[in-house]
């Protein structure tokens, strides 16, 4: 369980600080951090990430971008990749989705929910 | 008021009607010769006043508005951009203390419910052991140390909200740094009326300004008051959506 590699994005330090804690009471010890998509993406293309952790509005490379470049990589288009955003209009969801998240939480967000949607995420990938 | 007298052959002959009246003693031909000459006078003072007039207030009117605008554009607008990047900052900086001191007592939380677990664990086998000798610990300890076990899990919950709770940073910090892009079109704006008003050239003020925010590059959160009709209420809203979507595949 502790060796599921993380990789969290957000342009806010807090909220990844926030996400780093919580993976870590939950017994994950291996994350990363990114402050956009611009420089999220070589750390994903150089690393063996499990899961992908990001927010959508972010200076640079949106998340949803990101995650269209996700996609498009043959070597991460089957990455789990968890939104964790503000976004909430009903067609930024359907894209979000669209585009191949795994996972759409909208903040704020509980330590609840959170695990929720990971285990729910990492149960799928152990599936596959 | 310098210039030359206009038409001075009509001030003369008022001039000399009022003379010849004054000679002759005759006061209604006097006070009618009078206002001839006043009306004549005002006749040509009046358009030239006016033309004054009118100069002074446009001159007034554009040198308050450039003024304002050049203080509005140079000091005004960079210093609300100027504010609200100190509001962040400082939400920042609360948000990462409190997070630092929740860091910090964990471990502290952590050590006192493994102390109190061990101390009861010995506890046990010991008052099992020698019952008699068991009597003279308190039972008041025991229970101390089953409510330390117990409070220290509420601890850990409360230290994980408090963790949550500088979520809000994240919140707020979206919300000021839309309404900073605004300042900064706002800034663009009236450094571009500025120079119209300084006589420079006549752009479309609006040209060049950055795009409108696109729910592509992400609109931030949801504000009371102003939500958006197609926003989701929360988490189960969008739960529902997801199932509908993957029902419907």
């Given at each position: 369980m502790s060796t599921v590699k993380f990789l969290v994005v957000d342009d806010f330090s807090t909220m990844r600080r926030i996400v780093k804690n919580l993976l870590q009471e939950l017994g994950y010890n291996d994350i990363t951090e990114a402050d956009d998509g611009n420089t999220a993406l070589p750390l994903l293309q150089a690393g063996s990430f499990d899961v992908l952790i990001t927010d959508w509005n972010?200076?640079?490379?949106p998340g949803i971008d990101l995650l269209k470049a996700v996609r498009a990589d043959a070597k991460l288009a089957k990455l789990p990749v968890l939104m964790l955003t503000a976004e909430a209009k009903r067609e930024q969801i359907v894209e979000a989705v669209q585009a191949g998240a795994s996972g759409y939480v909208i903040k704020p967000f509980t330590a609840v929910t959170l695990k929720e949607k990971l285990d729910k995420m990492l149960a799928g990938r152990a599936a596959a | 008021m310098s210039s030359t007298i206009q038409d001075p052959e009509r001030y003369r002959a008022r001039v000399a009607a009022l003379q010849s009246a004054l000679d002759a003693g005759d006061c209604a031909a006097f006070h009618r010769a009078f206002e001839a000459l006043s009306e004549q006078m005002d006749a040509g003072l009046l358009p030239e006043l006016r033309r004054l007039t009118a100069t002074a207030q446009s001159a007034l009117a554009r040198f308050s508005a450039e003024a304002r605008l050049d203080k509005l554009a140079g000091h005004e607008v960079p210093d609300a951009r100027k504010r609200l990047t100190h509001v962040v900052k400082l939400t920042d900086e609360a948000a990462h203390k409190t997070m630092d001191l929740v860091d910090s007592c964990g471990p502290i939380v952590d050590e006192a419910a493994r102390g109190a677990a061990l101390l009861l664990e010995s506890w046990d086998s010991f008052r099992d052991r020698h019952a008699a000798v068991a009597n003279l610990w308190p039972e008041r300890a025991a229970t101390f140390l089953e409510r330390t076990r117990a409070d220290s899990e509420v601890l850990r919950g409360n230290l994980t909200q408090l963790l949550m709770a500088q979520g809000y940073q994240d919140i707020t910090g979206q919300i000021i740094r839309s309404v900073i892009s605004l300042v900064d079109e706002l800034e663009q704006v009236l450094g571009k009326l500025v120079r119209i008003a300084e006589g420079g050239e006549v752009t479309n003020?609006?040209?060049?300004?950055?795009d409108q925010p696109s729910w592509e590059r992400g609109l931030g959160p949801q504000v009371a008051g102003l939500e958006s009709p197609d926003a989701v209420s929360g988490q189960d809203d969008i739960d529902a959506l997801l199932s509908a979507m993957a029902a419907g595949k």
């Open positions: 972010m200076p640079g490379m | 003020v609006m040209r060049s300004l950055p």
